[in-house]
């Protein structure tokens, strides 16, 4: 079976602090994993993937993520976050011979002045 | 993304109606996906294609139909809309080359079913 888990629904922090949105995923084989974030009214759109390659993956606007296959994490972090960064963000892992995709459940990402 | 739309942008429709939405992309993609999403669920795969002549089921088919017309082109249908239908539709196409099957989606539908 194949599943993501994202472990906090809401994050809330100040500007200029630190983010961490994290994400535990299950899957029988060697997956590709994904961040991808989505505005208010909007699309999503690909913040960065991890695809077998490097384990620490770099992504737009300061955003990164590390693959950690003993932890099944592929937590999201940046060092200092904007308000621009206010959004849902949604982890996704695609894995198996027949590449089932299976989309988180989102964490919210509120940013305070 | 441009390269994936969809149409209508938004549709308010009644109980008992059939509906029509519809995907086109010019990535030249082969496979292609309908998702719906709703607060707090994330998103959730209704049918995928993995070109014309294979068409999947995902985790919510029940109520939905699609049809995959061209290797360009992906319908989804509401045969009878009823309200718990009401979501965001997104469509979404990915390839073997876009490295590890990453989706490209498209600017979504949104769609109320009253």
């Known amino acids: 079976a194949q599943s993501v888990t994202q472990l906090d629904s809401h994050v809330s922090v100040s500007e200029g602090t630190p983010v961490l949105l994290r994400c535990n995923y299950s899957?029988?084989?060697?997956?590709?994993l994904f961040w991808y974030v989505q505005h208010p009214n909007k699309g999503l759109q690909l913040l960065l993937k991890?695809?077998?390659?490097?384990?620490l993956v770099k992504g737009i606007n300061g955003f990164e993520a590390e693959f950690k296959k003993s932890e099944t994490s592929f937590h999201l972090t940046k060092p200092s976050a904007h308000m621009s960064d206010a959004a849902e963000y949604f982890c996704?892992?695609?894995?198996?011979?027949?590449?089932?995709?299976?989309f988180g459940t989102g964490t919210k990402l509120q940013v305070i002045p | 993304d441009a390269d994936v739309t969809q149409t209508p942008r938004n549709r308010i429709t009644k109980t008992g109606k059939r509906i029509m939405l519809e995907c086109s992309q010019t990535?030249?993609?082969?496979?292609m996906y309908w998702y719906r999403q709703d607060p707090g669920l994330g998103l959730q795969l209704i049918y995928y294609?993995?070109?014309?002549?294979?068409?999947n089921k995902g985790e919510i088919s029940d109520g939905y139909s699609v049809s995959r017309q061209a290797q360009a082109k992906f319908s989804l249908s509401l045969e009878s809309a009823i309200p718990n239908q009401t979501a965001l539709y997104f469509c979404?196409?990915?390839?073997?080359?876009?490295?590890?099957?990453?989706?490209?989606f498209g600017p979504g539908t949104r769609l109320t079913v009253l």
């Open positions: 294609s993995f070109d014309v002549k294979d068409i």
């Open positions: 991890y695809t077998s390659a490097a384990t």
């Open positions: 899957s029988s084989y060697s997956p590709s």
């Open positions: 990535k030249g993609h082969d496979r």
């Open positions: 979404a196409t990915s390839d073997l080359t876009s490295g590890g099957y990453e989706q490209f």
């Open positions: 996704v892992v695609i894995s198996g011979g027949y590449q089932k995709v299976t």
